[in-house]
């Protein structure tokens, strides 16, 4: 039966990670605009730039 | 898509532009990185350090605020300037609040190319004085969405440690387990209390320290009532405690409180004098013109002001011909002429051609900004709104307290240890909660509803004030009436075609607004002009079709030996007209109401005492008198300052005053009312201090909202009423002492859910019976 203290254990820690998961989140203002991002995937990256431009457009995105 | 054909033929350069990487960088040809000096002033460090978010060695970050942005092609634009000039690492959109953010390496662009970029392809950034020297302010709502992530955590996990429990299976398994699951609960209650719960408790004591009881002091006693028996509970080992009630509390305490905090981002409502004046302006130099950061404006400057712009400093009118429009700072609505040597106000816009002026005092020392630094307009401190809630409960908190002593005195007798448990229930069971949640979820709602129909609240509270309201005060300028005179009359007899013709052809020579205007006015296709000539500021005359025809102002077409000044009665701004020098009539500028206001406004003074603040001159009391009814208080060539002192009056009086306006003159008396509302015809630009924000399409729905707003108030007694029964209901197990962790675990969220519940549902029926 002690097992289920491992169990709970385990539990906790899984939920602590989504804990700190949702943290990150908003701290990281993932919150603060809800609308943009729902757009934004919906963009086509440029078929340009697989071909051609490679290293150019790549650089100026890392930063 | 796309919203216009503009978005879709940019999108559809930029495509064909990315067809080949050949054509990438001259994709813009046209966008030359040394244009006008309109932005020279963002090259000043001082102005730059101000305006950046961040700035390091290589990358410096700006936040743009952008009011065109409207559709998904702008964000896919503006998140793709990267592709269009070198050195702009990445731009964010966020679009809700129409800002910008875009990381660039300065060495490689500067801050001023950038904003030519943005100007260039047609997204101007809103560059204003009041940014320049704004603090930076972190959003609430962030750290509410933590608060509200740790306690549900908690909540979650004490409700599965608490199952054995409520399944009675703590006397089956006679282990160590209920205790280890009791201190593993208490644990993941010590956040709860620490971090989630601290605002209660300290809006408690800063409450009781200034003698108010809020409705946060029966929360924080509930709160430390609840946490302190269940910690008792655990250490003495007599059973779990009621921690799953208490972090649940806490839990839609926070949620209710997160509704309650809920505001536009996207507005300003909080604006001073500073907001509405551009950050720069043209200087006048020995060599050309530049343009300078308004801070640093010095007296002697000359200025140049366009068309449309505004006057940043009190000044002297060097050249040109001015027709200054002060409607925003004084209420006036014909707007002024000013001729060389004129003195010009700041705050004034111009109208029709550029002219000169030299400043005479710095621009913190101008009429209108004194306006702000008057001692009686500095009602700064916080305005203590009473909201029902907070009322009720200095009555709650009272008979929570006597029945917690009456239930210890009667148990004290029978059993010491008893009496402490029950007395302790009664305070556990006796948390307002959702009576502290009714409220914030009536009135969120109630300020959505009003948000869908164009009145935008500054925060949830003031839909309560606007309830509790009984009476409004109109200014008229700009409020009732639509900012530009745009009601043109003719007074004299009816023009004939021909005449009409004859007058459309000289006006169509002058660029001057009134000219502009009359033009419109008229019909009837033109005819060329011989011998025209224009006085600057005085008139125009011309010669079509063999008639001479004389237009201006009264003394120019008087000097000009034409008409006789017989006219005495002359306040108003009008042009004169004489065909073949024989006095033909006169062009009146009235003012139109705005939509809705005729037709829905007067409903309101059977309700309310209504009141008109004018600071422009008697002339259109017939009409307020023909819309209000004549036993309405009017007061006309109103300063700023009277209007605040009328305001303050009406409330010495026991009035409750809404008050709505639009312009700087009224800002003193926004922001003295119980209720500042600030109608304006972009929501984005901008409006004094104030309350809430009336889109000016939406006036006429004035009557409706007043009305939404008292239904709201009236379904937050009902759910007063509902969550009183579920108090009682607990206070009768309490203080015969059956409250068991179990029937508070079950009490507590079901009480929370059905007031909850019960105030969603019955606010939207109440905005569908209002019409909203």
Known sequence: MYVVIVLMGASLLVAVGFLLAFWWAVRSGQYDDTYTPAVRMLFDDPAANKKNNTNDSHTSREN | ?772
Request: hydrophobic fraction near 40%; glycine fraction near 8%; aromatic fraction near 10%.
């Open chain 2, 1 to 772: 898509m796309f919203c216009c054909p503009g978005c879709k033929a940019v999108y559809e350069l930029l495509h064909a532009a990315e067809l080949g990487d050949y054509y990438r960088r001259d994709a813009f040809p046209g966008l030359k990185p040394e244009s006008s000096a309109e932005f020279a002033y963002l090259d000043d460090p001082d102005v730059a350090r101000q305006l950046l978010d961040f700035s390091d060695r290589r990358f410096s970050r700006i936040t743009f605020t952008i009011p065109q942005m409207h559709c998904a092609s702008c964000i896919w634009l503006l998140e793709n300037l990267y592709r269009l000039k070198d050195g702009v690492s990445r731009s964010t959109v966020n679009f809700p609040r129409r800002q910008l953010t875009v990381l660039f390496e300065h060495d490689r662009i500067s801050l001023r190319q950038l904003v030519e970029l943005l100007t260039g392809i047609g997204y101007e950034p809103v560059l204003r004085l009041d940014q320049l020297d704004r603090p930076k302010t972190r959003s609430r709502q962030r750290s509410y969405a933590l608060k509200i992530g740790v306690a549900g955590f908690c909540f979650g996990n004490i409700m599965l440690l608490s199952f054995p429990h409520y399944l009675g299976a703590d006397e089956l398994v006679n282990t160590a387990f209920p205790t280890i699951f009791k201190y593993v609960m208490l644990a993941l209650a010590l956040p709860v209390l620490f971090y989630s719960a601290s605002e209660y408790f300290r809006n408690a004591w800063s409450g009781l320290r200034s003698r108010m009881l809020t409705i946060d002091f029966p929360l924080a006693l509930g709160i430390a009532a609840l946490f302190g028996r269940s910690l008792f509970d655990i250490i003495t080992g007599i059973g779990p405690g009621y921690l799953d009630s208490f972090s649940g509390l806490v839990f839609f305490l926070l949620i209710g409180r997160f509704f309650q905090q809920r505001t536009y981002d996207q507005l300003s409502f909080d604006r001073d004098y500073k907001a509405y004046f551009p950050a720069a302006v043209t200087r006048k130099t020995p060599t050309g013109e530049t343009s300078t950061a308004i801070s640093k404006l010095a007296l002697g400057d000359r200025i140049i002001v366009r068309h449309g712009e505004l006057i940043p400093a009190d000044s002297i009118l060097i050249d040109g011909d001015g027709y200054i429009d002060y409607s925003f700072v004084t209420g006036e609505a014909a707007p002024q002429q000013a001729s060389s040597g004129d003195r010009v106000q700041a705050g004034g816009r111009q109208m029709g051609t550029a002219i000169e002026v030299e400043v005479v005092r710095e621009v913190s020392q101008s009429y209108l900004t004194s306006l702000w630094n008057s001692a009686s307009f500095q009602t700064d401190t916080p305005r203590t709104m009473t909201s029902l809630a907070d009322y009720l409960s200095r009555w709650f908190t009272a008979a929570v307290l006597t029945i917690t002593a009456a239930t210890f005195a009667y148990w004290v007798r029978l059993d010491s240890t008893a009496a402490l448990n029950n007395a302790v229930a009664v305070l556990v069971v006796a948390c307002p909660c959702a009576l502290a949640l009714a409220s914030p979820f009536i009135l969120s709602s109630v300020m959505r509803v009003f948000g869908r129909h164009g009145l935008y609240l500054k925060n949830p509270a003031v839909a309560e004030a606007m309830a509790a309201a009984n009476t409004i005060v109109f200014d008229k300028t700009g409020t009732l009436t639509s900012p530009e005179p745009t009601d043109l009359t003719f007074d004299g007899a009816p023009l004939t075609d021909m005449e009409q013709r004859l007058i459309k052809a000289l006006v169509r020579n002058s660029t001057h607004p009134v000219s502009r205007r009359i033009e419109k006015f008229v019909t009837g296709e033109t005819l060329p002009v011989q011998n025209y000539d224009e006085t600057p500021g005085q008139g125009i005359t011309g010669t079509i079709d063999n008639h001479t025809l004389h237009l201006g102002r009264a003394d120019w077409v008087a000097d000009a030996g034409e008409m006789p000044v017989n006219n005495p009665y002359d306040r108003t701004p009008a042009t004169y007209l004489t065909i073949d020098r024989v006095p033909r009539g006169r062009f009146l500028f009235g003012s139109a109401w705005r939509d809705g206001v005729a037709q829905h406004l007067p409903s309101l003074t059977s309700a309310y005492r209504v009141a008109v603040l004018s600071g422009d001159t008697d002339r259109e009391r017939p009409l307020l008198e023909k819309l209000f009814g004549a036993d309405t208080g009017m007061a006309f060539n109103q300063s700023p300052h009277d209007k605040l002192a009328r305001v303050e009056r009406l409330q010495a009086d026991g009035h409750s005053v809404i008050m709505i306006g639009d312009g700087l003159n009224d800002a003193g008396a926004l922001r003295a009312a119980d209720v500042g509302i600030a109608v304006s015809d972009d929501t984005a630009g901008f409006s004094p201090a104030c309350d809430a924000i009336l889109d000016a399409g939406s006036i006429g729905r004035l009557p409706r909202f007043l009305r939404l707003s008292r239904l709201g108030v009236r379904l937050i007694q009902v759910s007063f009423v509902i969550s009183l029964a579920y108090n009682i209901v607990g206070l009768g197990f309490a203080v015969t002492g059956h409250l068991s962790p179990l029937v508070s675990a079950i009490l507590m969220p079901i009480s929370s859910i059905s007031v909850v519940g019960f105030a969603t549902l019955a606010t939207s029926l109440a905005s569908r019976r209002t019409g909203l």
